[in-house]
């Protein structure tokens, strides 16, 4: 399938801690970031807001910023409220927001909604199918906004090619993201995130890292993605490797992080959503502020 119709851009802000903050000081948040000139921001769904619903508050908040999600979970609602929601945010915000989807993870899924996760690829093209069959008598949006897939192995990233609009790798490096292209052709969106350190001390950007990464490498969909890419069980213990810290998460100056998204982008991304790790979870405006020239050139 053809790209999207939402232009993300060439870089944008992942920001999954925006649901720590109240909501007039998420809405604040959204607003820098359409101010320094980042033109996307990414929101996610786990077990806090509904994405729907922050991304509506959030698109009204500004006046141009696209809202992607990274991902709404495709266990939480079935295709036809997923294509309902979709659908009256495209119509209300056109070409501003653009939907994820994603199996997510068996803890969240099996765990804590108490779904069947025995096989989550299958039930993702049965779930695709049963979007584009969903039937939305409301007035809809002129073009269709397209979707994307959360994708890290080949079956994933492929369907993301051929039954979406392009897919969202995270956790992941730019290693994988040129298997990513390769394994989708040129003409779907890959749209990878990159986690960042604004820090240039070895031994406090690593700690940081390693404290971002933690819920993460418990998790077997990136371990055996890592897995394929070269990591080994090694790389895992005592909270991550330097070598896998280092490649998982980019740190020192903005310009150095700069010259991890570009090759990203050099590898195949179009879009580059950077999400910034940090201690706690106040929003992290000074590094956005000290990120946005050295990512946009500006």
Request: aromatic share 8%.
């Amino acid at each position: 399938m053809a790209y999207p119709r939402v232009d993300l851009g060439k870089v944008g802000i992942w920001y999954a801690q925006i649901d720590a903050l109240p909501t007039p000081e998420a809405r604040r948040a959204a607003q820098l970031v359409e101010e320094l000139g980042f033109p996307s921001l990414w929101v996610a769904e786990a077990v806090g807001r509904d994405p729907f619903v922050s991304s509506a508050i959030l698109l009204d908040a500004t006046k141009n910023l696209k809202l992607a999600t990274g991902i709404n979970n495709i266990y939480a609602r079935d295709p036809m409220t997923m294509v309902a929601g979709q659908k009256t945010l495209a119509e209300a915000f056109p070409d501003r927001f653009l939907l994820g989807l994603g199996v997510s993870h068996g803890h969240l899924v099996a765990g804590v909604r108490k779904h069947d996760w025995s096989k989550p690829y299958s039930y993702m093209v049965e779930y695709l199918d049963r979007m584009d069959k969903a039937l939305f008598m409301a007035r809809g949006p002129e073009n269709d906004p397209g979707r994307i897939l959360a994708a890290l192995g080949p079956k994933m990233l492929k369907l993301s090619a051929e039954k979406a609009n392009g897919s969202h790798p995270y956790f992941t490096t730019p290693d994988h993201t040129e298997i990513a292209r390769r394994e989708m052709g040129s003409d779907a969106l890959l749209a990878p995130e990159q986690m960042v350190v604004v820090e240039t001390d070895p031994t406090e950007a690593r700690r940081i890292a390693r404290a971002g990464m933690k819920i993460y490498l418990g998790l077997p969909n990136y371990y055996n993605n890592l897995a394929r890419i070269g990591f080994t069980e090694d790389d895992w213990t005592n909270g991550g490797s330097d070598r896998l810290v280092d490649a998982i998460v980019a740190w020192g100056t903005p310009e150095q992080i700069a010259a991890r998204v570009k090759q990203h982008h050099d590898a195949g991304a179009d879009h580059v959503c950077v999400q910034v790790l940090q201690d706690g979870t106040a929003m992290p405006e000074k590094q956005w502020r000290a990120l946005a020239p050295a990512l946009l050139g500006k």
